[in-house]
């Protein structure tokens, strides 16, 4: 970082209108650009003043190949903690498996938003992902039915009971919970479960159409109704006739497209910016948002009668840290998908890995557990993926500190489930080891032991005789 405050980035490109782009966008964050016209020029730079307090590198024009192969390489091998993003045009998995193998942060796609570039920096630097690999794992087929969704957690399991019993009816429903919970996910399976399931249900994330575009995109306009309408234009609500509407970030929308909103909720109709008369259209809306939408009511930036029409049926979802017992499976899962994507593999997790998981506090939830397990699952050279493969988790040190919580070495101390190789071990020898556990946890009270296994003394001497297990084990 330089000396007064602003954050240093080292653009290479060998286009000075491109670099001069780059910059503008980078520079309403608060980062100043140097430049670098080929990688000649890029390695020479670090030994500068300059080089030596960077803050990340961009490097565009990127695509698999040698030279850039050896670059990047380069680069890592002088400043091994220095971020490295690409600029590419191909956004497929593909692109980004052999980006992050070559040494790179994260990468993006063009045309490049200010708001992405931004973003993509700020988590590069903070050691996260934000760029192009977050919403490349967004795009990981995660359409399942609710008896699919991974998670035994009681206040989970409820909140998918009161989105199971909406799923037949018309009437709205009102998602709430933390960024990366899996709003999306408990949406698709109610969308799914639906009457409407033969159609596809439409995305629509209210917070990233600019306020003074959202009227236009989800009702639409005709031609000439505003200073640059060219044309006529069907909105996304229409276009969703007869099907479901998922409108995340809910929150987000201007209160003059709510009172529209409003109207839809109460008559069925949409008026589009411009039109003589509303049309009428058969939607089912499902709201999503990470506040809470009572506080935004009281604050005045929602209005209350949306909100209570939206909120017929409200599901709030527990945060990944309130249901870390889910962990262990939920990797498994994630894992399993991820390895369907070009260029991966099916990968085990060992216990080590699992306890470091659990562990975490997880301030971005289920999204951010995708995010780390795929750069995980890209980088791995072994069978199954160890501690070592998560050295930003172990490096934020952000662990769960409240009393309520278990670890997974405090939930199952002495109870290994898996080999080395990632495969799970024989049940005789998990339920051995569950046995020794019990005993020690009793200190040797037989009777206290059978009652809290759920099986009869008789049967419990009989497993340890079975299972070669000393009574005071």
């Known amino acids: 970082m330089t000396r007064n405050g602003q954050r240093l980035l080292l653009l290479i490109d ?3 209108a491109q670099r001069r782009l780059i910059a503008a966008l980078a520079s309403r964050g608060g980062w100043r650009s140097i430049f670098a016209a080929d990688a000649e020029m890029a390695l020479a730079t670090l030994s500068t003043p300059d080089g030596l307090q960077l803050d990340a590198v961009l490097l565009d024009h990127w695509a698999p190949g040698a030279d850039t192969t050896a670059l990047i390489a380069e680069l890592k091998r002088r400043r091994p903690a220095l971020p490295i993003l690409t600029l590419t045009a191909d956004g497929s998995v593909a692109q980004a498996v052999a980006a992050m193998r070559s ?11 200010p708001e992405r570039l931004l973003g993509a920096l700020e988590a590069a630097v903070g050691g996260t992902a934000a760029g192009e690999l977050r919403p490349l794992t967004e795009k ?7 008896d699919e969704i991974v998670g035994s957690a009681p206040d989970f399991r409820a909140a998918l009971a009161i989105a199971a019993k909406a799923a037949r009816a018309r009437i709205p429903v009102l998602l709430e919970g933390e960024s990366g919970v899996g709003k999306e996910v408990v949406g698709e399976a109610i969308h799914a479960a639906s009457p409407r399931a033969k159609r596809a249900m439409t995305t629509i994330n209210c917070g990233a159409i600019p306020a003074n575009l959202v009227d236009s995109e989800l009702f639409g306009h005709e031609m000439g109704a505003f200073t640059g309408a060219f044309e006529r234009k069907i909105g996304k609500l229409v276009d969703a006739d007869g099907g479901t509407v998922f409108l995340d970030e809910i929150c987000q929308i201007p209160l003059d497209v709510q009172t529209k909103l409003l109207r839809l909720l109460q008559t069925g109709e949409v008026h589009p910016i411009g039109a003589r008369h509303p049309r009428e259209v058969d939607v089912r809306i499902i709201a999503a948002t990470n506040k809470r939408l009572a506080d935004e009511v009281e604050a005045g930036r929602f209005r209350e009668d949306l909100y209570y029409r939206l909120n017929v049926v409200q599901v709030t979802i527990p945060p990944l840290r309130e249901r870390s017992g889910d962990i262990p499976a939920l990797a498994r899962h994630l894992l399993a998908r991820i390895a369907r994507q070009p260029g991966l593999r099916q990968l085990g997790i060992t216990d080590d ?19 780390a ?19 930003q988790i172990a490096a934020m040190g952000n662990r769960r500190t409240d009393p309520g919580t278990t670890s997974a070495a405090g939930a199952g101390a002495g109870v290994t489930l898996f080999r080395p190789d990632g495969n799970l071990r024989l049940l005789e020898d998990i339920e051995a080891d569950i046995i020794r556990l019990a005993i020690g946890h009793y200190r040797g009270r037989m009777t206290e032991v059978a009652r809290r296994l759920g099986i009869g003394r008789s049967t419990l001497y009989r497993k340890l005789g079975e299972l070669g297990i000393d009574n005071a084990a």
């Open 353 to 371: 890995a699992l306890a470091l998981l659990v562990e975490y506090d997880w301030p971005g939830n289920v999204r951010q557990l995708q995010n």
């Open 140 to 146: 990981i087929p995660a359409l399942l039915a609710f």
């Open 103 to 113: 040494g790179a942060t994260d990468f993006l796609v063009k045309p490049l938003a």
């Open 14 to 16: 060998d286009e000075p």
């Open 373 to 391: 397990l795929f750069r995980a699952a890209v980088l791995c050279e072994g069978s199954a993926l160890t501690r070592s493969d998560f050295p």
